[in-house]
């Protein structure tokens, strides 16, 4: 036998290991994930992360409810136990262990300079919403705002509309951050236009960008259809890869996110080339496809379960494609999440160009979610803690992959669908063939 992947230590100092009882009748964990090929079998704990290798012999011989060891490492629990409350009963547990649960101070500031675009694209999910600037006045509150809240190393990231438009503000901020001599550093949330047009010295030693997140969604044609540029030259595709290229030679990551539609999948793959041939080898991209949100752009549409059904069988080519090029790999459920995302994250906030300070970036100025402003340091936590609550359905008891959701019941476009389980198990899976194959 073989360990491919490590039980997680954050679990492991909560759970420990199961005390074996020889009087005690145990059952399979529903939580287990198990791949055969080869005469090779791989199984994944969905609670532990740990992945076993086992030969043919092995697993008939040694995998079975008699044996500690398995017992003690949680592949097999006792008869009488509900998984369901056993599980509810840990991860409440590891939450209040691990998770902050007052606001003790920030370390994860989503920050947008203007809601203005150079793009405008179909599917934007602040289509309607006014175009607001951030003023000189508000940026010099956001960074005492940031000076008086933070905790610890400071990740700041510049979201939009389109950032870069209004990039003076972002210097503004960090020149102040800097001069009060603040640890932190910047992601940026871009279309890539306009990456070009910051030195690199700015880019690097100012605003301490180590990571830039462009969206793409075909290739040059169906991109340019998509993204509807203002005042277009033609040559915005050539640019935008251009950008990346300027980016991955100073070394800095960039992240490409590959929208998904429902029209958009030979797009896509094609794409996958044109970015397999600039970029290959460099390890300085990472490439992963994302499905649209529903409900929001100039057609708001609401997925049916067929819908999310086709999206995500795009998203497994997408991302099976990007594997065998070199730029992405499968999710094997290594990482635990201690949140969804910034929303139930008692560290991360947004600020709005208006200074309104919100649990979530698709929230910048809604009434009913800001929690505070940058010009007092008020906060109203009885929003921020609503947004702790974790979603559960009628599908929890039976899911393997329970122990891996982290999804909130507040969250609009966060809801629970038989296709993304289907997708989270399919990215396993590969990861335990992969592991076979390569074990």
């Known amino acids: 036998m073989k360990i491919l992947q490590a039980y997680n230590e954050k679990i492991r100092q909560v759970a420990k290991y199961q005390s074996y009882d020889v009087g005690e009748s145990y059952r399979e964990s529903p939580y287990l994930i198990k791949e055969t090929l080869n005469g090779k079998t791989a199984v994944f704990n969905c609670f532990t992360r740990e992945i076993l290798l086992f ?81 000189e006045e508000t940026a010099d509150a956001v960074a005492q705002y940031i000076w008086k809240t933070f905790a610890g190393q400071v990740k700041l990231k510049w979201f939009g509309g389109e950032p870069l438009i209004n990039a003076p503000i972002i210097t503004r901020i960090c020149t102040t951050l800097q001069g009060l001599g603040l640890n932190y550093g910047s992601l940026i949330v871009t279309n890539g236009l306009l990456v070009n047009q910051i030195d690199m010295d700015t880019l690097k030693n100012l605003w301490r960008v180590n990571t ?25 595709f050539d640019r935008v890869l251009h950008n990346i290229s300027y980016l991955i030679a100073n070394d800095i990551r960039v992240n490409i996110r590959l929208n998904v539609s429902k029209d958009n999948e030979t797009e896509l793959l094609e794409l996958i080339d044109i970015l397999k041939e600039r970029f290959g080898g460099t390890g300085r991209i990472y490439c992963s496809p994302h499905i649209l949100f529903e409900g929001v752009g100039e057609e708001p549409e609401e997925y049916t379960e067929e819908d999310c059904a086709e999206l995500y069988r795009i ?45 979530c970036e698709h929230y910048t100025d809604d009434t009913e979610q800001v929690i505070g402003t940058v010009f007092n340091d008020k906060i109203d936590l009885s929003i921020v803690h609503n947004w702790q609550a974790q979603l559960r359905c009628d599908k929890c008891s039976n899911c393997v992959i329970r122990p891996l959701c982290t999804k909130i019941k507040l969250c609009p476009v966060g809801k629970c669908t038989e296709a993304e389980r289907d997708y989270t198990e399919w990215q396993i899976r590969q990861t335990l063939r992969g592991g076979i194959l390569n074990g």
């Open 55 to 135: 030969t043919e012999q092995e697993f008939k011989t040694s995998f079975n409810p008699k044996s500690r060891a398995f017992v003690e490492r949680w592949y097999f629990l006792p008869e009488h136990w509900d998984a369901r409350t056993w599980h509810e009963s840990f991860a409440q547990e590891y939450r209040w262990t691990n998770k902050k649960r007052e606001f003790a101070g920030i370390s994860n500031y989503v920050i947008l300079p203007t809601l203005g675009c150079n793009a405008d694209c179909t599917y934007c999910f602040q289509c309607g919403e006014k175009k607001k600037v951030m003023t």
């Open 212 to 236: 830039v997140q462009i969206t793409l969604d075909g290739t040059e044609q169906y991109s340019d259809s998509v993204k509807r540029w203002k005042n277009p030259t033609g040559y915005e």
């Open 315 to 359: 998203c497994k080519a997408v991302q099976e494609k990007l594997v065998a090029a070199g730029l992405s790999r499968y999710d094997s459920g290594a990482a635990v999440r201690q949140s969804n995302c910034m929303a139930d994250n008692l560290s991360s906030i947004c600020i709005s160009p208006a200074g309104s300070v919100t649990v």
